[in-house]
């Protein structure tokens, strides 16, 4: 990632030690968040009921918007710390806003829609325990939709570099992510706040960090994750293909991998066909079956080009705990 020459990113000196001596397995999790209260306070709820025998901090972040003061906590072993986004607007800035914030040794991120469920700090640190070259972890996820549970399970010998390229793995999800602060940031880099639109920001760290070391899993589905029926208009499927087509050009070794590069075309595919570029789509698409005709997602990205509404198939794969 590119320095940020006005948020100039901290002295790892600064980041392994905290104003109050935490150590150890202290964590600090960063909540990005933007007028969305009553989910906030779910988000919140599952975090604190955490029972970890360190330190556990909240910092909480307001991008765009006004940072309630309110929800400030300190006690023993918990608090919360609000703070507002002071770099790039979007998640991504938010986020790092977070980790330019945290004081605790080991960093996790929950979406404010999402839900920790009890259990998944131990669980994670018993998994880091067993891996000790591991200096990050994630769980399994649910994946709720119209009110339904469906159970996502990483497989952890496929969480490697080139594992990723091929997959991108949505059972790897950013609010079941614990990772090494030090690591974090000396080694793998803050979040990418240059990807168009801060989409698939999750992914790219993803990759970067099974570049460092290894990955462990704790086999529970820890984290609900919550999917819920937004619109996709224009601007939305746009971005997606642009942040898209910088991941490919970001890493070159999509080029070395047909299915993965497929993967991604399939999917720029479907973002083409749902702007109503249907020249575009339909160059894709055979394009990427001379490499891949196997590919799933070039029939999905036909069948939008020919009519079918995007948020139709959209909605029918989340049924499914799936995505485009």
Known sequence: MTKDLDHPEPDAAELVADDNGAVGDSVSVVIATRDRPELLKRALAGVEAQRHSDHVEVVLVFDQSEPDHSLEVERENFRVVVTTNSRTPGLAGARNSGIDKASNSWIAFCDDDDQWLPGKLQAQFQALAELPEAKAACTGILIRYEGADTP???DPEKLTFEGFIKDRMTEVHPSS??????????????????????????????????QVCPIAVASQPLVRVWWHGASFFF??????DTALEYLVEKYPAFQDHPDGLARIRGQQAVAKAAMGRRSDAFKTIASTARSRPT????????????????????KAAHRFGKGI
């Open 152 to 154: 996502r399970m990483p």
């Open 295 to 314: 590919e799933k997602r070039l029939p999905l990205a036909i069948a939008v080009a020919a009519g079918l509404p995007a948020e139709t198939a959209l």
């Open 177 to 210: 992510w614990l990772v090494e602060k030090a690591t974090l940031v000396e080694q793998i880099g803050y979040v990418d706040e240059e990807i168009p639109g801060g989409y698939a920001e999750d992914y790219d760290m993803f990759l970067r960090t099974a």
């Open 235 to 240: 601007e939305r499927w746009k971005m997606i």
